[in-house]
Each structure stands twice: as C-alpha cells, then as structure tokens.
C-alpha cells in the first residue's frame, strides 16, 4: 500500500541503504515541460544542511527520469525517478541490530516482517524515501500555477523563535521537535467532498505519511474546542464567499471555501538522538545502555516544510484533476 | 467517493431530510452472529439527549437490515442498513434558504453541486449520516473481540470539568466546542505500515470524516513537539515490546506496537448556535443579521465518542482483515 | 468487492430471496433529471415474459429511490435504489439443500462462506441483482445522449433463427445459451488506455460479471487469430479516424478509435433446466437424480440485451468521466 | 491507471525506446527467496527467437532489482525492477511519423496525448512492457508452489499444425494470429466472488490488457451457446467437488469450484506486417501506400503464452492473499 491518490497516483520505493529510492507518477496529464532542474530547488531544501541543526547525508539526490518524459514533456504515462544511494555506511547499524532503537520502528518492523526487512538506516521506514514525494510534489505545483503552497516552521523545541529553539538542541545535545504552518492561496471553492473525502482527511492522511508527524490541526485547530459557535463562525463578506474570519482554515464541510487554506502539523524530536539510552537487547533479553552513531539532524522538522509542501499539492492536484479544474492534456 | 476501507468497506447514502440515511457494508466475513439489537446500545448513545446540552432529534434509529444477513449471521455479502427519517420538518430550512450558515457548508454545496443540493438540514453532509458509522462500528467491534475501544469527552468549552463547560455554554446560549481522547488495549503489533497507509494515516483520514472535527494528534501529540527526543522516545522493556512511557501513542513508523493506542481529537463548536448572526443574503446581496430556528445541540462533541470509537473499530478492522488476523469466515 | 468503477462507482447488495435487491450509485454528477419513469422501459426489458422462453418471475420491479435525488434531479450524492422482493418462495429451494445443482454455485458458495450463504434462489448469485445494474445503466447513458448502445441476440441455441432456437428449447424441455452482439455509435476517440484499464479491460470485466457470461470477443474476436495482419489492420481514411473496416471493433491499444465499438458475449444454458440431473447428495454422500423445480426461463440469453447495455454504458460513462467528458454538474 | 491488483498490486512504467521498461510490485509477502535466476527462463522464453517465425529484438532483458529485496528475499515492500532498453533505434519509426500504422495506436495516441505521446517503438504502447509482467508473474508463481500453470499455443494462422501456421505466414510474408488455450491446477475452490469481483472478471480485465489479444473464453465458452443445459452443467460427483465434465472451466458463479481453469484467448494477427499498406498521412491528408520497416515479428501469439501464465499467476496471487490461503509473511 505504498500508493496515494486517484487520479493523480504515486508509488514510493526503494530502501535508505539499498540502491535508490524512488517514485512513480501515474496520471499525470500530458503536455507539462518538466527537466531535471525543475525539481532541483525543492530537493535541495529537502536536503538541508545551511540551517544549524541540520546534518545532511551527502548526496546529489539527482532525480534521474527513467520514463514517462518525451522531448521534455510529460507524456501522459507514468514517470518514473530515481535517486541514487551513494553515502551508505551500513556497518554502524549492523552493529546495533539486536537493540531496538527507542522511538524507532526497528522492534514492529522486525515483528511485522518476520526479520526479512532491510534493517539499514531504517530500510523502507527512512524519511529518505521522502525525497519522490518532494518530487512528485514540484510537478503537481507546476500543473497549478495559480495556487501557492508556503510551509514555514514556526517553532522549534517549543520556542517561537527558531535560532533560540535550535541552540537549545545544540546545548542539551539533543534532538528537539518542532511546529509548521502551511498556507496555500489560490485554491478555489468546491474542491473536497463531505465525509471520506473531506479536504481535511485528504490532508491529514498524507500528511501522517510524512514521519515523526504526530498532529495536525487546521484553521483555529484544538482552539476551535475552546471556543463559543458565535466566535468560531466564519461569516461569509461577499459574493466570492470570502470570510471575516478564517477559523475554519479555508475548509467547511470537507470543502475548499475560496479562502486560504491554513493547517499546523506537530513533528516529534527525532527518534535519533546523541544521548545515551536504554533499551532491550532482543538476543540477551536484558536492558543496555547504548548511544545511536553516525549522522543525526538534531531538528528534522527544519526540512520538513518543503515535504508538507510536496504533500499538499499532492492532495490538491488530485483533487482538482477529479473536479475538472486541471486539463488532462495541457499545455504549461 | 462515499467509501472507506479495503477488505472491510463501507459506503454511506442519504440526507438528513430525505427519506433514510444506511450504510453498505462490503467485505464483512461470514459467519457473525448479528442482529437489530446488537447495534441499538452504541446507536442509542449517538443519539444523546441525556446529557445536558444535547436535544436529540426524534427518531428511533431502528435498523433495517436490507441484506446480507441470514439465519441471524452474516453471509459473507454487503450488510445494507437503513435508517428512516421520520422526524424532519423542512420548512425552518426553506426560509433561510438565501442566507448561507456562518460556518456552514450552505454556500460551498451551492458553489459544487450548482444548486441541486438537498439543502434541508444539511442534505448529505448532515451529522445524522454518522447512524451509519455507527452501526458498522458495532458489527466492527463484534469482530474483534480482543481489542476495547474507549473513547470520552476529556474537555468542553476549554473546562475539563464536563459539567462546568456544558453551564457554560448553557449561560452563554452558545454552541461549544469539545476534546475527545480514544484509547484502545488489545490491538496486536504489526498493524499498519509506514507511508500512506500508515496506522495514523488511516486514523486521521476517517475522523476527519466526522463532522466537526479540526485536530488530531497521537499520543504525546502537538505537546511532541516541545520535548526532546531522549524525553519522547519510549524505551522498550520487554519481549512483549511493551514500553516504559508511551508518549508514541502506541504507533512507531505507522505501525502498531502492542501497547495502547491514544488519540485526541478536537471537535469545533457547533456553527448552529441560538446566537444571531450576520451572512450574507446571497440573493439580496447585502449582509443581513438572523438566527438559526431549530431543534440544536449545544456541544455536538457529548455525541462524538460513539462515532470515534466505531470510526477507529472500522479503520482497525480493515488492516486486521488485511494481516489475516480476522479471518474470513469465522465462528463467533 | 461488489463494487465497480472509480468515479462513477456502483455497489451492488441484495439477495434473490431476501428484503430486497437494490445499488448505490457515487460519484454521478449534479443535475440530471431522473425519476423512476425513466428506469421502468429498460427494467422492463429485463423482466422479459413476452418472448417465448421466459417466464417472468411475477415482480413489479418499481425502483425506490432512497436518496441523491433532489426536487427530480440527482444532487451528486449517492443514489440509493431498492427493489422489493415479494414474490419468494423459498420452501422449494429448501427441500433441494442438500444436493448442489449442477452448473450452479450451490457447493462452491457452501466451501467458500462456511454454510452461512443464503441459498433461497441463489441468494446474491442470483441475476435478480442485475435489476441494479438495469437501473444504473439508464442513468449512465441519460449522461451521455451522444452515444448510442444496442445489445440483440444474434444466436440461440446455436440457431441465428432465434424463434427457431427457442423453438429447440422448448421442444426438448431444456435450456439453452445464446450470443449477443452489442454495437455502440457516438464514442469519442480517445477512450481507454493501454493495459490495465483498457477499453477491453474494463468491458470484459464487468461483462463477465453478468451472470451466464462465459465469452467475450472484440470485433472480429476469435476469427482474427485466423486472419492476416494486412487483411485484419483497418485503414485509416479520413482525418475524423474513420476505417474502412472494423475488424478492430472501435479499439486500438485499448482506446477507442472513434469507430463503433462491437463485441459479442457467449451467454451459456441457464444451469436451471426442468430436465433431471444427478449430482451428489452432501448429506448422505451418494448420487442421486433430480429435477429441479420452480420457475426458469429456458433462454436467460434473452433476458441480457439490455443488461449487456447497462454494463456497456456504465465502463463507458466512467471513462468519458476520467476524461473529463461528461462534466461534474449538468443541465439535462 | 498502469496498476492491478488489490492486495498484490503491480504497476508498469517504462517506453519501448524510453531509457527501461519496468515494473513496481507492492503487496509481495516478506520472505521470500528470489534472485534475477529466478527469473531468467520465464523472460527467455518471452524474448522468443528459437521458433520460427519470432525475430527478438536483442536485448539481455536482464532483471535489475532496484528495491524491496535484502539478503536474498522479499522484505514485504514494492519490488522495483527495471530493464534496460540498449537495442533501440528510433530513426526508422521518426520517418513514419505521419502515416499512423494501421491497427496500430498510432492515431488515437496522438488525439488523446494531444501530440505528447512518445511514439518511438509503439512508446508506452509497446508489448515491451510485458516484461515486467512476466517477472511478476515468476514472483506470483513461486509463492503458489502448490499451482500449475499451462499456456500453449494451439493454433496459428488457423492451423491446428503450429508449423504449417507458421509456414503460412512466411510464405504469404505477412504477419498471423492464433490462439492460446491456458490450464491451471491446483487451485482450490472458493477463489473469486459473484459478480465484478469473479474470477473471470479478473481474468478477462488482466489478459485484454496484453497487446493484441482480443477474445477470452472459459471451458467451453462460445460452444456453450450452442449447447443444452442437461449438456454443459457439471455433475458434481464426489465430496471434493470433483465434476464429470468440465464445461464451466472450473468456475461457477464467478468462483473456482476446485477442478482445473481452463480459458482459451484469440490473439489477433500483428499489425506491424512487412506487406505494403495503405493509410491516411495526416500531414498531407493524403491516403499513401507504405510498409512498415524494422525487425517484426509474423506470429506473436507464440510468445504470447509465458505472459498469459504471468497474468493468470498475478490475478490467483491477489485472490489467494485476499482469501488468506497465502500467508504475510512467508518461508520459502
């Protein structure tokens, strides 16, 4: 189940230490110029590694179009990229395998999958596998020139104020979590359908496929359960249907109202910490003591905005190609 | 796209003033002892109207079995289930058919279906759709025995006091807004996967199916991402995989890890609420102040944990039909 | 999985002896003017009882709308249709229970649900269900006026002189199969893909879900697998795609080439025939001779024209949906 | 939508003259040993070029395993395989390109894609993509090691005699059909469900999906017809459900009855035939006489069979998974 989408359908694979991970893109209309520098910015900012808090792994990330792009258009069939794992340095995990990693997926992965997963630098369950997304994520932004999608974090480790929340992971050499706020503009009304495939579920599903997700709340959020109906209420202005307000963040009854489209997601410290802890040894069945080795971001929600990104215009571009609001042959 | 799940698949119909709302249920095993009684303890507590600040609807949520049900146990066919509609006064609707509810889907249905909605008490996108969820939720839960799903109201108006919040908005005559918290014992290892079919993914993506809903988070949740990650990450003490702290929710890399799940929602005030607003007057096109008539409750959130529970049953129910730890013809 | 198509979708349920038999309808777009009026001529077809060789059952087969229709037009939300059963008569089938009728599912629905089907006439094998596809066939191609569909018998019993072919059945007391050919005008180019939801794909599939289909064939079907390429390839003539023959039956790489389609079904003998048969008895383990009783027609094949339409319609309204051809709210 | 299946889901990329074709497996149980060995004699025997009358295009078609295989097994995530396309040369199609090949997708690709589509070599279109297809299949095979599996071609040109078929088709230079007949056993009874998710549904969907078929039949198929019922039902005749005959192919009701599948499908004549052809240039709106160059071969039913074998094998795989008679997680 490695698939999202209707229309507009993507498949993930591939493994952190194998030979790539990777993506296909299926449903995707014909006629949409796209090259390899295209995506090249998003990726970058994926990668990281100018912020403080952030260690990159040391990889082009290339994206290398395997199909589905003739005479630098797409071609209506699916488009398949690669990217390469070159900086793999297996050996450190090796070591730790019989101790699951607290906060990871090490002990269900291996109960899940009978002890056959790729246990290296988290097998499948890498974020590295994000990287198709942020992909897939440009060429669904490209097919909606008119929307804007602005993921920006707003606090890191608690605080507001970024560079403080991040020296205090560097001081307490430790991994910190940390809030993102996404806005898009441009989204027009009735995109979205009461129930199953409310807007809002479509959103969140997606976006709890990012890892070390744990929340998301869109408009006033968990505020909105504080909250009289009278205060809460967004009255409509005009005849667009613009609101005073926007409590509801650009969404009533799983349906885009023209307005901005506001939501916040929650992202957990990384499992992945320098400090010391204490887990149980599955061979000797006792508790160790260990310390997770080799590169770690102390602060993974710094490059997560451009993921949030890379997801919601996922949603929406499957959603509007549904709603007829995007041609299946175009010319872009 | 009314549907949700994969083996175990639901399909909800009807509108609030139409003749019935039901639901189809696909992919249930054969075999369940099932009949009317089994779902009118859960379908009684949706309904409300002891609690202070709810004022039910009255029907008697009767359900019909339409199919698939034979000799009292389920044949292994789709479980269609009706629900009449007997208590609907339309006419409230109609007047205020030109001024679109603050909060409302009244004008985005508009702006989608182009006027053909069946605008009265909220057509399809009413709450009353939920009777259905609810009654899948049973047959649901009647499959898994070993698993108990408890949800409560842990917050109304921003009071963990219940009763104090419920006053509140008595005094205010307001519609308030609540938090409801799940939790659920017995749900083995293994169930999920990362990526888009994650255990929160598919969480998510059906309680934002209920109407109302703006927020989820899983266990430590938004508060996650103020912790540090030696804090957060839960150490595994056993070979059960049972954990000291559980601030995962009982989710790693989307997977469950045999301790509980927990999960809060936030639920938004009602937009129906005795108060009176302004909107715009779509067909006068100036704004005019009214209030909403009709039968309202003041915090839908009292009758919210019945749906979250029987919504979390069906999501769990699907991926453990999927891992074939349900079998598909059982004796029960 | 009684379920089909992806956004023009339907859901059948029911049983032959049960409640009643009946479909659920998602994704059709807003505003089309429907009442039951315009089901009842082809649900008539379906009934059959005016040829030779079919005797009714004795149904009125009057569909009750049960929501999605708004003030006579469809709203876009689901359209749920019922179909009561009265006239049942189960004891017969009762009596029979322990012996699987020949040709029939009877043992294979008994290994498969563990005793728990409803054999009352065939329970949901029963083509009674195809009443629902009857049903949502008519709504399909009111969606499309431009496009024509006819579905004749060509064939019975092995006699292109149907009266001659029924004759043979009636005179021998047995059933017997029949072919239908079904050519549709006014198909767009461009209808399909190659593959997995190819035109043929996707007509085969649900043509094989009507009960008694046992072969299918697109344009010169079987025959071409004797021809040569050069007397098989139609010739483009003009700039509209029109060929000069057909032998394609209007698809090419599993798209629609603008040409009619034509495809034929084999329909096998109704497995029901008064004549008498021996099977295994399951209770006392030996063979024994029987007949079965009840009514039967003795040429189901007559009874398929309008359902092998239905089906036609239903792949092809879905498709010129994903195509963006039918749009999302109409005015017809 | 380049996918299939539910549980065991394969999805195609890839271009005849593109950088590879290839397939992504989702849905494989871990543990299973498999090596590009494994796959080896299936795909050689796709390649063809012993027999006459196939002229393979040089290619290793050797299997690269980019994903979801770690120390020699499946791990339970997507199986990402590529082939390499090196024996391209795309000049002689580029000459053609506007005289679209009669029976070929030429003209309709070209409406639909609105000029996008790569034409290169049949592009997207090409019985290249197959290969994929046949390594799944080589996958879906080993996990059912209790399965057999048969495609042989039976006739050629019309001929039961597969050499004097052959020998028609060289010495009338043209290029010919045939016929495939496919036997399965080992399958146990309760595979497949009435209506769209029966088993020849699947069947059908999946092989009108492979290039140039275009009729299916099951057991007796379009004879059935013609046949009485006392004639075609099959007599049950002992507790395993063994039947005297087997008119039905081992499937009523849309279920496996536990006797052998048995299905034949007609593969049309290719259209790429050295004869010199006639068609419409849509530059000069001129109708033009031409022949088609390159390496083609006269009959491709003959290799036709291993694919049918894998598209059998991909449907049982899913069916088997969702019936649980395959379990998650494997030792093989």
Known sequence: MNSFGNIFRISIFGESHGECVGITIDGCPAGLSLSAEDLLPDLERRKGGIQKGTTPRKEDDYPIFKSGIFNGKTTGFPITILFENNNT?????????DIPRPGHADWVAH???????????????????????????????????????????IEVGGEP??????????DAKDSVGGIIECTVTGVP?????????????ALAHIMFSIPAVKGIEFGAGFKAAKMFGSEHNDAIE?????????YAGGIVGGISNGNNLVFRIAVKPTSSTPKEQTSLNWNTEQMEKFSVKGRHDLCVALRAPVIVEAATALVLVDMMLIEQKIKRVIEI
């Open 238 to 246: 005009n005849m667009q249907g613009q609101t005073k307000t926007n």
């Open 161 to 170: 104020d970024i560079e403080k929340g991040l020296q205090k992971a560097i």
């Open 89 to 97: 340095r297996s050996e450190d995990y090796q070591k730790q395998r």
């Open 189 to 201: 009304a009735g995109i979205g359908e009461p129930y199953f495939n409310s807007l809002e579920s």
């Open 111 to 153: 109960q899940k999958f009978g002890g056959n997963e790729d246990y290296r630098g988290g097998g499948h369950f890498s974020a590295r596998l994000t990287t198709g997304l942020v992909a897939a994520g440009v060429i669904a932004k490209k097919l909606m020139p008119q929307i804007n999608i602005t993921a920006t974090i």
